[in-house]
RNA sequence: CGGGGUGUAGCGCAGCUUGGUUAGCGCGCCUGCUUUGGGAGCAGGAGGCCGGGAGUUCGAAUCUCCCCACCCCGACCA
């Protein structure tokens, strides 16, 4: 049982200066957690009863799955990740350090390697798979920035799982299980959610896809559609690919001098403005013209390939869209020095005639997906104060492909329906994606298939942030008087509140209704204080987010028909109880 | 890493512009008395390297420079 009286705990009345996000704020204010290093957070009892329920339910719903669980050092040697290029891939955002006689090692920021190794070190048959370990171990990543409390710490706790098999029906087979144990999971830690698709990055892979928790305190912009159930992370957004047009109804692509136009909206306002160039059935817009915009990617192995890209112009490039679509490559800035090195662009009227393999220039030219043939373009003549217009795709020009990289905005339209998308923010709480070979090749880890040759495993990666999950489960659940835990992973069923003289009949009786739950498997907080006021141990309890509140107050002093109040602390309704009902009564709400 | 803001008692804040008693207020904490259904009252008390360092000055919480930390925006980010 735990009693107020002697509880290690300091509920403030006033909101923390430095904590912004609800989460932060309250398990803060109501005595969960304490700032203890940039980035990272001690556990009071009440926290840490909370941190080991989100545990548990991570716990048991792998091991119902199936997976079993292991235990690896967070603090590594550096060759294991050296070995897969993680130690420099993964750049300023891995701790490293150095022991007493210089040798690297990292506090690990994810364990795909140490997985790896240990598979390697204990499996040798293709009898010994398909094989999923998990573990639940603290994390490390140095973030620039570490923010929001447990939302984004540079500490913190995640559940990875790991799946080996042989070939891609099994790593198929491996993902749709730990899909529906994630399922599962957030159901049970009363998590809204949704699953978006992803896309696997610098990690490598194919299919992939995160849980994020809807909120807008989240750091991850993702679509969904306003009527089907289609959702996305931002990276991965599909445009859908509209209908190629005949080349019959278009018209002549017409060189005009067009001094005076340097930003899109003043080139529109030129082409209107001008009786023989208009449309007849319409203005041009933004969206008619086609932007080409010049970057560079950097190679992993080093070398750099300019590469264009023609989208509308109204749209800007989203870096994270084309980082995505090029990885491992990235992206970088294409500078006055880099338009010295190709006279053929000119800058500000870059078009195709200039752009694509088979032309002047020779870099690679990638357009969006609305681009398909038949479509007619405003753009650059590749000269300068000069613009052409009626450019037909397909038919004027060809690019070498397509690519996703144009921003996407609220009302573009679903890829699966048509309807129209919104765009919504989100914590990222789970994240599951196949990995493929990468890690298993890079260590060397086979195993003799039943014709007794090797065979390298394909794998999958899976990880849940248990302490950002509680975070979330905190942000998801509260309001203004404080928390509001599910009681699956509330630090107690029933939050006793005793309110009497101390020589009235409350507090004997707040003892004997806390030893009766108690005793009956209920967990008990029990507020067995006298010097705070009623008010006092109402905001307390209002505060700690017990999801049952008990008032042992005035009620029971009616010697002909004792009560004890009972209050749901989400609903806030109260209900008053027959003393001698009232235990059972609270089993059945805990227990429904 | 860029831009902005803030560091004064456990928590929230004032004081700083214009340097000068013993650095102040509310909450919390300790002692005593009263009080107990919505953050009680009275009285007494404890608690501060004024984020750190270097300067300017007879004298610095206050002015100057450097550093550190925290918060927000951006960049970054399984």
Redesign the pocket.
């Known amino acids: 049982m735990l009693r107020m009286s002697t509880l290690f705990l300091?509920?403030?009345?006033?909101?923390?200066?430095?904590?912004?996000?609800a989460s932060?704020r309250l398990l803060v204010?109501a005595g969960y957690i304490r700032?203890a290093?940039?980035?990272g957070f001690s556990w009071l009892p009440l926290g840490w009863l909370v941190y080991r329920n989100v545990e548990r339910v991570v716990r048991e719903e792998m091991d119902a799955a199936g997976f079993q669980e292991v235990h690896f050092p967070a603090l590594l040697p550096r060759e294991p990740y050296e070995a897969t290029g993680r130690w420099t891939e993964?750049?300023?955002?891995l701790f490293r350090l150095q022991d007493r006689k210089g040798a690297d090692f990292l506090l690990a920021?994810?364990?795909?390697e140490m997985f790896t190794l240990l598979v390697k070190d204990i499996c040798g048959s293709y009898k010994d798979l398909p094989l999923s370990i998990y573990q639940i171990q603290t994390?490390y990543?140095d973030?620039?920035?570490?923010?929001?409390?447990l939302l984004?710490g540079r500490e913190f706790v995640?559940k990875?799982s790991y799946s080996f098999d042989l070939d891609d029906a099994g790593l198929q087979a491996s993902y749709d299980a730990h899909r529906a144990a994630y399922i599962s999971l957030f159901d049970r830690l009363g998590l809204p959610y949704v699953i978006v698709s992803?896309m696997s990055?610098?990690?490598g892979g194919s299919a992939s896809e995160?849980f994020l928790a809807p909120m807008d305190v989240g750091?991850?912009t993702f679509i969904r559609c306003t009527s089907c159930d289609y959702a996305a992370n931002v990276e991965a957004v599909v445009t859908p690919v509209p209908p190629a047009i005949s080349f019959d109804a278009q018209r002549e692509a017409i060189v005009h001098h067009t001094p005076g136009t340097p930003t899109i909206a003043t080139l529109v306002e030129w082409v209107n403005s001008d009786t023989e160039l208009r449309h007849p059935e319409r203005d041009w817009t933004a969206a008619d013209t086609l932007k080409n915009v010049v970057v560079k990617l950097r190679h992993p192995d080093g070398t750099i390939e300019p590469l264009a890209i023609g989208l509308p112009g109204d749209r800007e490039v989203d870096?994270?869209r084309l980082?995505a679509q090029v990885a491992p490559a990235e992206p970088e800035p294409f500078d006055e020095d880099d338009f010295a090195k190709h006279p053929s662009l000119v800058k500000g009227y870059i078009g195709p005639g200039a752009l694509g393999s088979d032309n002047a220039s020779g870099i690679r030219y990638l357009v969006d997906p609305r681009v398909v043939d038949g479509t007619a373009w405003i753009t650059g003549a590749d000269k300068r104060d000069h613009h052409v217009i009626d450019l037909v795709a397909g038919r004027d020009f060809t690019p070498d492909g397509t690519i996703e990289a144009a921003e996407i905005r609220d009302g573009d339209v679903c890829p699966v329906c048509a309807s129209p998308v919104e765009i919504a923010r989100g914590i990222?709480i789970g994240?599951i994606f196949q990995l493929g070979r990468k890690y298993a090749e890079a260590l060397d880890l086979t195993v003799q298939d039943e014709h007794g040759k090797p065979a390298t495993p394909t794998m999958g990666?899976?990880?849940v942030?248990v302490t950002r999950a509680l975070a979330a489960i905190a942000e998801a659940g509260h309001d203004d008087?404080?928390l509001v835990w599910p009681r699956e992973i509330a630090p107690a069923d029933v939050h006793i509140v005793v309110?009497?003289?101390?020589d009235?009949p409350?507090f004997p009786a707040g003892e004997r209704l806390a030893a009766d739950l108690e005793a009956a498997g209920l967990r008990v907080l029990l507020d067995d204080r006298?010097?705070?006021?009623?008010?006092?141990k109402?905001?307390?309890?209002?505060?700690i987010g017990i999801p049952t509140i008990a008032?042992?107050?005035?009620?029971?002093a009616d010697e002909t028909a004792p009560t004890?109040?009972v209050?749901d602390r989400r609903t806030g309704e109260?209900e008053d109880i027959a003393l001698d009902a009232v235990v059972a009564h609270l089993v059945a709400t805990c227990r429904s």
């Open positions: 300091r509920t403030l009345r006033d909101d923390p200066a430095d904590a912004e996000v932060h204010r700032r290093a940039p980035g993964y750049g300023d955002n920021p994810t364990h795909e994390k990543r973030e620039a920035r570490p923010r929001a409390g984004r995640m990875d992803a990055g610098a990690m995160e750091e991850d870096m994270k980082e990222e994240h990666s899976y990880g942030g008087l404080g309110a009497g003289k101390l009235g409350q006298y010097g705070p006021s009623p008010g006092v109402f905001k307390d309890a209002e505060l008032i042992v107050g005035r009620g029971v004890i109040e209050k109260r």
